[in-house]
DNA sequence: ATGAAAGCGCTAACAC
DNA sequence: GTGTTAGCGCTTTCAT
């Protein structure tokens, strides 16, 4: 267990001051006008010694960490896992390390991970806030710390953002339903003031009206993010027993698989009772006998363009608000009743 | 745009020492014996000033940073993300907090991230180390930071760690098969050294020796863990049409997937013609049409040893190696052929 | 071209 | 009981 080297201990090692030897092992030798020979000896020195720097001395002298912190629902959910991955590799590439948190969208959770994280100084977030949580985002902005939410944003508040047009994304998929001559046409969502999710909702509401469907309120199901087992699984089996809808639009991949594993139980028949879309992938869709159609985001451009925006504040190339609409497109196949 | 109030600004704010405040607002105004109107007084004006402690400053006095790094194959793959979960909740209770990072199974990424986390002082890993990495984790333990392997484990290293008994897991799963009348069983696996494919073979080939059947090694399936789609795809193809097995084994839930996939393409039906089994869990194996038997190994579980193991390390309770093996149990479902 | 030294914010040993 | 201060390892200004 050898001792840990600093920068001190090569600088001692050739008997020269711990300014060259950070000068040189930061590669500023040129405007520092070290040495060529020095630079060499340096260098040979730090890889002798086998010298690692300590970047916690480094993040405290320098006011930045190199830290990204990253909060979200729930870090087990794919959804949140893949984007994870993304943001990763993003911030890896520019030196940047991931500490990560799940709010469980829960507000409380998500201050005490934000006061943890600001804490640590971390250098920006990346937030898929929970609902109602605007004033918490907004002191982060307040604290100067540069904050870039994903997936969810709050309208009126000046903050950056990335996301999809979950208004015309939900739109497209009631569409084709419509198109698909279903037209008693039922949502399960979530119970929640997010902006995703309201989108969603008045996405479907939307094309409703424009085909002259008078929306029924027991069409639309809403669940509670905890217990969503339960939850779709009881209110649905009182909208499907007996059947009240010819097609079902799920405003989550989650949602989607609590609610087929019911429709299965049930015993319906996809598509032909009853025609199936949802938001975003999963393993399930491939495997259910109907292949699930679904709206697909791709979660690499969302994870790319927020890493993108983050390293622009961190850079401070731009102070302006900018809000990045990334596509989303509808995969058709079998569940939601079109002849392929 | 408020400046950051240090503990400084506390003490002048009140006309006292940095040590006061340090004490009371670390809980240690006992062992100081700091007054108990001092003690409020501190308190009070903390909250008013609205201090947050610089835990960078902290750690470099410190030595530690109440960080721990994760290093997974993958982020984004459930298995990972789920155990990720797990260990940041059982973290956090402590008052840790962990930063992640995905070795794609490859030595140099691992190794590049374990340089990284060093450089950032975190005072423990949890790794599942990628194949032939022993020396790297040898030289974490050298340095004096505790590790703890997941999943995975190197024979002959002395280091700490948690899994399953793979070895007895496939057994267990190869047994049923055999129950089910099934003796041309194969399997699919990855092409890696790591203990826990070369277990999960072991266990494999053990019980098909104990029952009289023949080896053949054109049963085994060893696909690479980059593009495992088309590997996985095209060598089941050729086991498969014509076919030559009357089960399979998959031996992770990828694999499965990536299988099932090609099962259904070329038509082959469960369990009738070919009977399933698979490692772990996926959401697909409810979904597809003859739900998959998989053997279970509790995350939940895993995790929680996991972060145990480090905290005890961390704490010096001990000094000795623990290999803490986490319970596996085999789901039976209609995909192995069994009748329900 | 190189060195000395201040100071980032905090803890804790020591002095009073 | 409370204050003073060294020092964690590093960067960078300012001398030389």
Redesign the pocket.
């Known amino acids: 267990m050898e001792k840990?080297?600093?920068?001190?201990?090569?600088?001692q090692h050739i008997?020269?001051?711990?300014?060259?030897?950070?000068?040189v092992?930061?590669g500023?030798?040129k405007e520092?006008?070290?040495?060529?020979?020095?630079?060499k000896k340096i260098r040979k020195a730090a890889a002798d010694l086998h010298?690692?720097?300590?970047?916690?001395?480094?993040?405290?002298?320098?006011?930045r960490t190199k830290t990204i912190g990253l909060i979200v629902a729930d870090i087990s959910n794919p959804f949140f896992s893949t984007i994870a991955r993304i943001i990763e590799d993003e911030a890896k590439k520019h030196g940047y390390v991931v500490i990560f948190g799940s709010s469980d969208e829960n507000a409380e959770k998500q201050l005490n991970l934000i006061d943890v994280f600001t804490t640590r100084l971390v250098d920006a977030f990346i937030i898929t806030p929970a609902a109602s949580t605007e004033a918490q985002i907004e002191s982060i902005i307040n604290r100067g710390i540069p904050v870039v939410l994903m997936d969810r944003f709050f309208p009126g508040l000046k903050a950056d953002c990335v996301h999809i047009n979950n208004f015309t994304a939900a739109g497209k998929a009631i569409k084709q339903l419509i198109k698909n001559n279903r037209r008693k046409i039922g949502m399960v969502a979530y119970d929640t003031k997010q902006s995703h999710m309201q989108d969603r909702k008045q996405g479907y509401k939307a094309v409703l009206k424009d085909n002259n469907i008078r929306f029924k309120k027991e069409w639309l199901i809403e669940a509670s993010y905890k217990n969503i087992e339960k939850d779709v699984a009881s209110k649905l089996k009182a909208l499907l027993k007996p059947l009240q809808v010819d097609a079902l639009f799920f405003a989550t991949n989650s949602l989607a698989v609590a609610g087929l594993k019911e429709i299965n139980r049930l015993g319906i028949k996809v598509p032909d009772d009853l025609a199936i879309i949802s938001f975003d992938e999963s393993d399930a869709f491939d495997f259910f006998y109907s292949p699930v159609t679904y709206v697909s985001q791709s979660l690499t451009d969302i994870g790319i363009e927020t890493v993108k925006l983050v390293l622009n504040k961190l850079q401070n190339k731009t102070k302006k608000i900018t809000d990045v609409i990334v596509e989303a497109k509808l995969m058709v196949r079998e569940s939601c009743g079109s002849k392929s």
Chains 1, 2 share one sequence.
């Open positions: 840990k080297v600093a920068l001190k201990d090569v600088a008997g020269v001051s711990t300014a060259l030897v950070s000068y092992l930061n500023k030798e520092a006008r070290v040495g060529a020979d020095m630079v010298y690692q720097p300590n970047l916690i001395a480094k993040s405290l002298k320098m006011g």
